[in-house]
Antibody
């Protein structure tokens, strides 16, 4: 079983940046893609992008290009998602989720999920 | 980007009913289609991957079918724990998109 533990809730002002962390248990951190998905209050799921923890390669949804940066620290099995130039409609729960398939192939499905981090953007 | 359209957006059903949710892709995605269940205040959970493969731990009353652009999630004999919101998600290529969700409520 894999556990993903995310950092705590954040309150930010418009224009600021937020950095959410996601620590994975176990020894397979570099074997599987890690994705970030967000969900605004009362809304559906929105995929933001993925990172290959083995080599740091990333792939972002076009909507977030230029505003999102995904990184990782393999020494502590932790992935990070930074979103900059925050706006009020970035208020959402942000989830990290580990892929079902190994990075030898293409990203397949979101299997293990973190508990979510609420980011509130308000002046 | 590939767009995913689910229908209906919501439905009401009774315990024991058969429920069908459809998902249509804006272009062919082969069988690169997954289904998730989400309950209020919780993270989603994977139910079906590769269009029809039941994820370990998911109940056998849940099934998925389809390929290309049209997909279906079926729940046979709806149980109280099945009342939730369901999302389809395409994983064709490296860019993902989710459907808008279908809320299954108690009639």
């Amino acid at each position: 079983q894999v556990h993903l533990v995310q950092s705590g809730a954040e309150v930010k002002k418009p224009g600021a940046s937020v950095n959410v962390s996601c620590k994975a248990s176990g020894s397979s951190f570099t074997v599987y893609y890690m994705h970030w998905v967000r969900q605004a209050p009362g809304q559906g799921l929105e995929w933001m992008g993925w990172i290959n923890p083995n080599n740091g390669d990333t792939n972002y949804a076009q909507k977030f290009q230029g505003r999102v940066t995904m990184t990782r620290d393999t020494a502590i099995n932790t992935a990070y998602m930074e979103l900059s130039r925050l706006k009020s409609d970035d208020t959402a729960v942000y989830y990290c989720t580990r892929d079902f398939g190994a990075i030898a192939g293409i990203p397949m499905a979101a299997w293990f999920w973190g508990q979510g981090t609420l980011v509130t953007v308000s002046s | 980007d590939i767009q995913m359209t689910q229908s209906p957006s919501s439905l009401s059903a009774s315990v024991g009913d058969r429920v069908t949710i459809t998902c249509r892709a804006s272009q062919s995605i082969s069988i690169n289609l997954n289904w998730y269940q989400q309950k209020p205040g919780k993270a989603p959970s994977l139910l079906i991957y590769a269009a029809s493969r039941l994820q370990s731990g998911a109940p056998s009353r849940v099934s998925g079918s389809g390929s290309g652009t049209d997909f279906t999630l079926t729940i046979n004999g709806l149980q109280p724990e099945d009342f939730a919101t369901y999302y389809c998600q395409q994983s064709y290529g490296s860019l993902w998109t989710f459907g808008q969700g279908t809320k299954v409520a108690i009639k």
